[in-house]
Nanobody, 123 residues
Framework: VHLVESGGGLVQAGGSLMLSCVVS????????LGWFRQAPGKEREEFVS????????CYGDSVKGRFTISRDGAKTTVYLQMNSLKPEDTAVYYC?????????????????WGKGTPVTVSS
């Protein structure tokens, strides 16, 4: 199983980036796919967004209205469109596969992780 992220980089506050994660090694439509991030100096990953296997989309509170997740089965790729970026969005962003349960508090069981792609938002 492989999850390979790309699209990170340096952007000014207010700008946009699109992250991509190409997935291989399992049936793409059978699993949820999501994004997490780990900010500099923080130990734990923060949940960002998920696209469940039944098509439900969910987002962390800090990115709602600014980020959009999507998935393309033909390309076995999940995307994260990030708009109106803020310096506090600076982090390494990780793609993950597993099961997600969207709700007021989203829960998840992650099976596989990508290696991450760094995003830096300058003020």
């Amino acid at each position: 199983v492989h999850l390979v992220e790309s699209g990170g980089g340096l952007v000014q506050a207010g700008g946009s980036l699109m992250l991509s994660c190409v997935v291989s090694g399992f049936r793409f439509d059978d699993y949820g796919l999501g994004w997490f991030r780990q900010a500099p100096g923080k130990e734990r990953e923060e949940f960002v967004s998920a696209s469940t296997s039944d098509g439900t989309l969910c987002y962390g509170d800090s990115v709602k209205g600014r980020f959009t997740i999507s998935r393309d089965g033909a390309k076995t790729t999940v995307y994260l469109q990030m708009n109106s970026l803020k310096p506090e969005d600076t982090a390494v962003y990780y793609c993950a596969s597993g099961s997600f349960r969207c709700g007021p508090l989203t829960t998840y069981d992650i099976h596989y992780w990508g290696k991450g792609t760094p995003v830096t938002v300058s003020s």
